[in-house]
């Protein structure tokens, strides 16, 4: 069974970031991927400030990373780049940790001023971690995701479609990788 780690980089507890990781996450396990969570904001932050490479939850989560086939990382922008503590988190990772991962990388944010982010302050990092399967991303806008008071999601028509491409593409990568590698 394809194994997918979800790396969550907001600080808040509940973002746009979480709605749209958490509607992959549905899509995922329905095309029968074992999925994790990692919520950076859930770490200790003496371990994310102090550089704790020897962290248990730290080390815990490189494990899960290493047992994925794939990587999605979502992030709001802030101040035209993901979060500070996504940075510190990726900070901890060993230098290959993305290597042989198909890596999806999500941005969020409040305006089309920052669609870059992705590829300008985003994938320089992955790459750096050893990431060379990096899917296209996807930026989408605050704006395009509606909550509703039953705690459901609905997104804007162009931006669902995206949404899906993205997860069709990490799930035809991860689907052949464990078939290659059986």
Not at 9 to 19: I, L, N, W
Not at 100 to 125: E, F, N, Q, R, T
Not at 135 to 142: A, E, I, M, S, T
Request: with cysteine; hydrophobic share 40%.
């Amino acid at each position: 069974m394809p194994k997918v780690t979800l790396i969550y980089g907001s600080p808040s507890k509940k973002s746009t970031s979480a709605k749209i990781l958490t509607y992959l996450d549905n899509r995922l396990k329905e095309a029968g991927v074992d999925t994790r969570w990692i919520s950076v904001r859930d770490f200790p932050a003496e371990d994310l400030l102090h550089a704790n490479f020897e962290s248990a939850e730290i080390r815990q989560s490189v494990n899960w990373i290493e047992e994925s086939d794939a990587v999605v990382i979502a992030t709001p922008v802030y101040k035209a780049s993901y979060t500070g503590l996504l940075k510190s988190y990726l900070d901890l990772l060993p230098q290959t940790a993305l290597a042989s991962k198909a890596v999806l990388p999500i941005a969020v944010g409040g305006s089309p001023a920052h669609l870059l982010v992705i590829d300008y302050a985003l994938k320089p990092i992955l790459y750096a971690l050893g990431a060379r399967a990096i899917c296209g991303g996807v930026y989408g806008l605050d704006s395009q995701v509606t909550s509703h008071a039953d705690e459901s999601v609905s997104f804007e028509e162009s931006f669902q479609r995206r949404l899906d491409s993205s997860v069709d593409e990490v799930l035809d990568l991860v689907q052949n990788k464990v078939t290659q590698t059986i």
